[in-house]
Every structure is written in C-alpha cells, then in structure tokens.
C-alpha cells in the first residue's frame, strides 16, 4: 500500500487519557471544524460505523477553501488506524497512526505521514508542517479527552428527590454587569448569562458528551458548545435541532425578597 509513499515525518507523543478515550476521539467526525476550528471550517460525513468514517472536509474560508474526502479506517487487528485522502490536495496520502495504552490513563500515540512525493527533501519538508498541525491537533485532542475522562470519572450524580435551597447570586443591581457568573450549586456547576429575553442559568456540561459549556457562545438565547456545535435553549434546555439531549433542567434566575438575585430550583418532576 505504502510502496509508491516516502515517510515523510514520524510525530511521537503520550496523552494522559486512556485507550478507550483516544478510540472515542477518533470516531468522533463531528468534532472537527468546532474544536479544531482553526484548521477545518467544514465536514459533511458520507459514512461512519465501527470501521471508522468517511467524510469530505473542508480547510479555509471563502476562494481559499480546500476540500479532501477522507477516510479514517480502523485495523480490526491492532490498535491502530489510517488516514487516507481520497480525493482533493494531498491525494494518496495515509497517515498512519499507532496507539499502545500504557495505564489507565496513559496512551503512547505514534504518528507516521506517508505522502505522495518521490523527493524525499521534499516529502520532509510537507512532513515538518503536518507535524505542527498534528501537534495542535493533539493538543487541542489531549484537552478535550482530559474533561471527557472527568466527566466520565465522576459519573452520574444520584437522584435528587427535593430541589436544593435557592443560592444567592449577590445584589440584583449590579448583576448585569458581574455576567458571564460560574456558580456551584448542589446540583452542580452553571453559568448565568443575560440575553435580550432577560437573565438565565445553564448548566456547564454538555449532556451530549460533557464539553465546557461555559466557554459556550449564545445565539438567540441558545447556548452554542465548542466541541460539536450542538445548540440548547436557554429557555428548556432542548437541542435547537430536535437532537434527543437535553441538558438538565434549569434553575431561574430571580430578585429575591432583600434585593439579591437568586438561582431558585424546581423540585424533580415526580416519576
Ligand atoms: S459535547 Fe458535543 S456538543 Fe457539547
Ligand atoms: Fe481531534
């Protein structure tokens, strides 16, 4: 396969999440023009499955735009998978990748870039700048897998069976202007926020896969989440296109009797 391809860089490193977490990361098409957003601006999948995917995606904006099809395929035999470009610039290329789990949460990764170029000065020179662009990658991967790997660590919280007391949020004045608030509560962690429908509160993980919604934009008082770019109401927490997850149950944001704002939560709706 590899016999008309000259191995233009080998890119080694460890991340300090599991095997399990890597695979999860590299099925996961969707994730890349949101958190690798600097370096794809697009992706419309043809196909996935336990095989891995193929998608066409896209790098640059406007005259600039490139698109490739790519396809990820997973060896059914070893922890190991490629990275073929199908079609657009760089055609023929596999970047092949090794993976060697060394903990629980410990994973040795090893890169190899196989391009389509006889030179070989010239195949190190392509090599060189894909290593840069995987370094960021893995970076911007390692960061993602690591709250992932908490997220799933900490499990789920038990049921609560009576809403926790209203916790105050300080003067309801001076409010508008100490927004964006990250607050702990008993029943977690939210952001409160002000739209031009007035004050809310979200929770900051992402019941699609636990990203960091308070680095979420809002739109429309919609919550946008950098890791996918799945949309949720402020108003009732549901995805804004029809997705099955939710996140929980807002508090409100409310003046309280003294003149403080407060985060006043519902009881859990009985079974
Ligand atoms: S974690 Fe996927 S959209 Fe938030
Ligand atoms: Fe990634």
Not at 31 to 50: D, M, Q, V
Not at 70 to 82: A, G, S
Not at 132 to 147: F, I, K, P
Request: net charge negative.
């Amino acid at each position: 396969m590899t016999d008309e391809l000259t191995l233009g860089a080998v890119y080694e490193r460890t991340v300090e999440v599991s095997l399990e977490r890597v695979w999860e990361n590299v099925h996961d098409w969707e994730h890349l023009p949101w958190l690798h957003r600097g370096s794809f601006s697009g992706i419309e999948l043809e196909e996935a499955g336990p095989w891995g995917w193929r998608a066409q995606v896209k790098s640059g904006l406007g005259e600039a735009q490139e698109t490739r099809l790519i396809e990820l395929r997973r060896d059914p035999h070893r922890d190991l998978y490629h990275t073929r470009t199908l079609e657009g610039p760089g055609k023929g290329s596999d970047t092949v990748v090794t993976l060697a789990s060394r903990g629980a949460h410990q994973t040795d990764v090893r890169v190899e870039f196989w391009l389509p170029i006889a030179d070989a000065a010239q195949a190190r020179a392509f090599g060189a700048a894909l290593e840069v662009l995987y370094t960021q990658l893995w970076d911007e991967d390692e960061e993602m897998m690591l709250r992932r790997q908490r997220v799933v660590d900490a499990g789920r919280q038990g049921e609560e069976r009576t809403a926790p007391p209203n916790l105050s949020l300080g003067a309801w004045d001076d409010l508008s202007e100490r927004l964006p608030l990250v607050v702990t509560s008993e029943r977690g962690e939210y952001r409160v926020v002000e739209t031009a429908s007035g004050y809310f509160a979200h929770p900051t993980l992402c019941p699609h896969r636990g990203g960091p919604l308070e680095q979420a934009t809002l739109e429309d008082d919609h919550v946008v989440c950098p890791w996918h770019g799945y949309r949720f109401s402020l108003a009732n927490g549901r995805a804004a296109d029809g997705r099955r997850c939710r996140m929980k149950p807002p508090p409100r944001v409310e003046r309280g009797a003294h003149g403080e704002a407060e985060l006043v939560f519902a009881s859990p709706s009985p079974r």
